[in-house]
């Protein structure tokens, strides 16, 4: 099975900082990687999905990169809306769906 | 608008059964994939099964492989999970999700609101 670490485990940020959120895995997934956004108590927010492409209604200020096994989430300048925990998760092997055990984003 | 919507979430003894279903509405159900995500209080996501549009392919983690199973209605735009041998590691709010495309091979655009599963004595 595949493994995804995520790094950080948990940061905290300013509004208007520019934040990176990393996910790397064990195996070449090319680019079959989602970035979900959660927060407390409500069901998981696509973001990123095919490791680059913005999923529609996601603002501009998000935006990932990445192939192979590295992976980045780029926030380019925090919102207040933007403290939750993000999650990637690669959909390349058997079993798909495999989640890195999240970052989360607070308040400085 | 899509919508997905779970039920059948309770208090169950170790070793019992649930069964949880999806309602689904807004999209053709047939043509997407679907799946169930669990997460356990406080902790993370925890993918769980999938299966295909058509439901003729399906997978499930190691974690509950043999315990649990996905399935599809598609003339009832429904989604369920059976669960049986239940124990306390599998007390978590399971979410349903919709894929981007009829395969599982795709991240998951829509989900519910989720419901708890709680296993106790």
């Known amino acids: 099975a595949i493994r995804m670490t995520q790094s950080p485990s948990s940061f905290s940020a300013s509004t208007g900082d520019r934040v990176t959120l990393t996910c790397r895995t064990s195996?070449?997934?090319?680019?079959?990687l989602a970035w979900y956004q959660q927060k407390p108590g409500e069901a998981p927010k696509l973001l990123i999905y095919a490791a680059s492409t913005l999923q529609s209604g996601v603002p501009s200020r998000f935006s990932g990169s990445g192939s192979g096994t590295d992976f980045t989430l780029t926030i380019s300048s925090l919102q207040s809306d933007d403290f939750a925990t993000y999650y990637c998760q690669q959909y390349y092997s058997h079993p798909p769906g495999t989640f890195g055990l999240g970052t989360k984003v607070d308040i400085k | 608008d899509v919508q997905l919507l779970e039920s059948g979430g309770g208090l169950v003894q170790p070793g019992g059964s649930l069964r949880l279903s999806c309602a689904a509405s807004g999209f053709p159900f047939d043509k997407y994939a679907m799946n169930w995500v669990r997460q356990a209080p406080g902790k993370g996501l925890e993918w769980v099964s999938a299966i295909s549009g058509s439901g003729g392919s399906t997978y499930h983690a190691e974690s509950v492989k043999g315990r649990f199973t996905i399935s599809r209605d598609n003339s009832k735009s429904t989604l369920y999970l059976q669960m049986s041998s239940l124990s306390p590691e599998d007390t978590a709010v399971y979410f349903c999700g919709k894929h981007l495309q009829v395969t599982a091979a795709s991240g998951s655009d829509c989900w519910g609101q989720g419901t708890l599963v709680t296993v106790s004595s």
């Open positions: 195996h070449d997934i090319g680019t079959y």
